[in-house]
């Protein structure tokens, strides 16, 4: 493969369109309300209607609006249609030849759309997933063209660090001082890992990335390896995802074919292999260390660091982790340079960030937004507020790591800093938003309930810490709690915060934490009094005064 290849492989694609495109949402949530079978139709009724030459039926990713799937867009005419079922493909048809349709429709110049800046969702919805041709004809692999042959290893360090890109995985780590730790540690064999183990609860943005556009991940790693002088990649990918396991498998193959990865990438000495590793489904392995020993064959649970992955990681090599997002947003930097993207966001927080919009609000779905961007133009704007005219109450970000946010504090800006001053965290991206219908602890006994669930029960203090704040939780709801459970609830709080081995038990505490910091009123209206409280001393009646 060579630039030329590549650039013959666009022109090709490019010059097959056709001037019409129906394109077919196929991501997760529009297959399970049977898009499939509205894509067959479309194409059914398009050569009844004598159109095959004209118009292409283009089976594309996530289309960003789940919560109106199945979704068709029609090019040029820009008309975007919802809840589209298999019986009403002959109408969209119909439309293309100038009748009028009285199908479902949603304006794709609202707030969702307009407000959003798609950088790692570019391609989603747009190309073919499953052909690496459309990937090309979008640009794709240049950039690591570009790395390859124009630009050393530590060229490619030097324009990540100065783009500011920081991890999209929860903590934020710069993600250029990653690399350049991995590439200046010493060792025969390095690796790279993409940690696709989304497991938080109402996160669903690297699926879509995957289901959407593989390429760009596979892309983003290569550029990577190249970087970091590493040779093997592996995708740590849940079993949850059979359709992001299928579209990586798919990607992987093309790839191959056309020696855009295995040995000498673009007749350079560079080899880069990339292979799947799916996860049995424990959230704890999205923590980098037990993602590892899982990777190795061995039970997933974490270890303490020092030595740091990009020192000692995968079989005691220098290791590379990054998420999916992370390795998504590569290649365009590369391509339009560091300096474009550090130009968007805020002085610590560079770039776009992802959410999956969830919850009780009437446009769930995927966004992608400028960091910075204030959480309430996010919520009430894009997402379009609670449904049947309520009113929202508070918005849960960074999954079970993450707090809650009440709504007097929705102007905040959603980027790294800001959000910690409430004690809540970016995490990967899951944006739960709750109306004034839900009872905060609640809210506080489900995350803990799911944070106990999956302690991996190598430390004490998350595999005890977490039955037991469960356990109060509990007792508060049943009103069997009194000031004393209260008391003895926060400090186990600060207690597995402060003594436990990964991130899982370290953040557990925060949906606790928050709402406790905001809405204390729910949990004290809960209370019983203390039978065994010393008696309150009587006040003295002492004469009013002026």
Known sequence: MTLNDLQE????????????????CMAAGCTSSDSKGVKERLETAVAEAG?????????????????????????????LYVKVTPDNAPAIVAALKGERSTL????????????????VLGNCGVIDPERIEAYIAA??????????????????????????????????????????????????????ICNADEGDPGAFMDRSV??????????????AAYAVGADQGFIYVRAEYPLAISRLQTAIKQARQL????????????????????GAGAFVCGEETALMASVEGKRGTPRPRPPFPAESGLFGCPTLINNVETFANIAPILRRGADWFAGIGTEKSKGTKVFALAGKIQNTGLIEVPMGTPLRTIVEQMGGGAPDGGKIKAVQTGGPSGGCIPAQHLDIPVDYESLSTLGSIMGSGGMIVMDEGTRMVDVARFFMEFCMDES????????????????????ILARKATARDLAKLEELCDMVKNTSLC??????PNPVMSTLRFFRHEYEELLQPDPHAPPRAAVPQTAATN
């Open 51 to 79: 159109l095959q030459n004209e118009v292409e039926v283009r089976g594309v990713g996530c289309m960003k609006l789940c919560c109106e799937g199945p979704l068709v867009a029609a090019e040029p005419s820009n008309a």
């Open 139 to 192: 640009d794709g692999y240049q950039a690591l063209h570009e790395a390859l042959v124009e630009m050393d290893p530590k060229d490619v360090v030097e324009a990540v660090v100065r783009s500011g890109l920081r991890g999209r995985g929860g903590a934020g780590f710069p993600t250029g001082l990653k690399w350049g730790t991995v590439a200046k540690s010493p060792g025969a064999k390095k690796y790279v």
């Open 9 to 24: 492989i666009k022109e090709k694609e490019i010059a097959a369109r056709k001037k019409i495109v129906l394109r077919c």
């Open 210 to 223: 995957l289901e959407s556009d593989p390429h760009s991940v596979l892309e983003g790693m290569a550029i």
């Open 456 to 475: 991996c029960g190598k430390c004490i203090p998350c595999r005890a810490g977490t039955v037991q704040m469960h356990h109060l939780l509990e007792k």
């Open 104 to 119: 479902a429709q949603t304006d794709p110049n609202a707030a969702f759309f307009t407000q959003q800046m798609s950088i």
């Open 503 to 508: 991130g899982l038990g370290q953040t557990a």
């Open 259 to 278: 020696g855009l990865l295995g040995g000498s990438i673009f007749e350079c000495p560079v080899n880069f292999n990339v292979d799947i590793r799916i």
